[in-house]
T-cell receptor
Framework: AQSVTQLGSHVSVSEGALVLLRCNYS??????LFWYVQYPNQGLQLLLK??????LVKGINGFEAEFKKSETSFHLTKPSAHMSDAAEYFC?????????????FGQGTTLQVKP | DAGITQSPRYKITETGRQVTLMCHQT?????MFWYRQDLGHGLRLIYY???????DKGEVPDGYVVSRSKTENFPLTLESATRSQTSVYFC??????????FGPGTRLTVT
């Protein structure tokens, strides 16, 4: 069964510093990969996704993620954190061979940005 | 307006009562999903639907019922609410690309 692990439930960075949120998946076949962001009292918003092609994926708000098959990872990065990036971030996977569209979510990482 | 909406946004109910959470999307997406979000558990899938009149159980379906008579609506019913069902409920919709779009959520408290 597929699973998603997000290393670190809380990450704290200073404004302007690099943001790195880690995600590893467990699957025999590389799945579709997603990062979602959730701001307080809101629903989840898609940041970026990897389905096929270029392994470095660019998303909204300056975020990007790189799919590394050998490491079964899909870490999310942003070169310079902004106060508005403070939110909860979820990594999710979906089975390529499935026709259900189901997502499996990680536990989430809360990003704190300090001034 | 196009998008996905949920109602009510906040609901307080008593143990044993039936409550229905509504979800409506205007994109004509085939797939719709219900999740619950709880501290320490992330998002867990309750039920999903691949099309009108096609529904299936997710990870935590017990105590919940869904129906989908129209493509755009996917109501979730708690037949006899329990305190353990206090949670934030999110509806989502999507296409075959597996990308899902989420509603704003319903915060349900069962007293």
């Amino acid at each position: 069964a597929q699973s998603v692990t997000q290393l670190g439930s809380h990450v704290s960075v200073s404004e302007g510093a690099l943001v790195l949120l880690r995600c590893n998946y467990s699957s025999s076949v590389p799945p579709y990969l997603f990062w979602y962001v959730q701001y307080p009292n809101q629903g989840l918003q898609l940041l970026l996704k990897y389905t096929t092609g270029a392994t470095l994926v660019k998303g909204i708000n300056g975020f990007e993620a790189e799919f590394k098959k050998s490491e079964t990872s899909f870490h999310l990065t942003k070169p310079s954190a902004h106060m508005s990036d403070a939110a909860e971030y979820f990594c999710a996977v979906s089975d390529r061979s499935s026709n259900t569209g189901k997502l499996i979510f990680g536990q989430g990482t809360t990003l704190q940005v300090k001034p | 307006d196009a998008g996905i909406t949920q109602s009510p946004r906040y609901k307080i109910t008593e143990t044993g009562r039936q409550v229905t959470l509504m979800c409506h999307q205007t994109w004509s997406h085939s797939y719709m999903f219900w999740y619950r979000q709880d501290l320490g558990h992330g998002l867990r899938l309750i039920y999903y639907s691949a099309a009108a009149d096609i529904t299936d159980k997710g990870e935590v379906p017990d105590g919940y019922v869904v129906s989908r008579s129209k493509t755009e609506n996917f109501p979730l019913t708690l037949e006899s609410a329990t305190r353990s069902q206090t949670s934030v409920y999110f509806c989502a919709s999507g296409r075959l690309s597996h990308e899902q779009y989420f509603g704003p959520g319903t915060r349900l408290t069962v007293t």
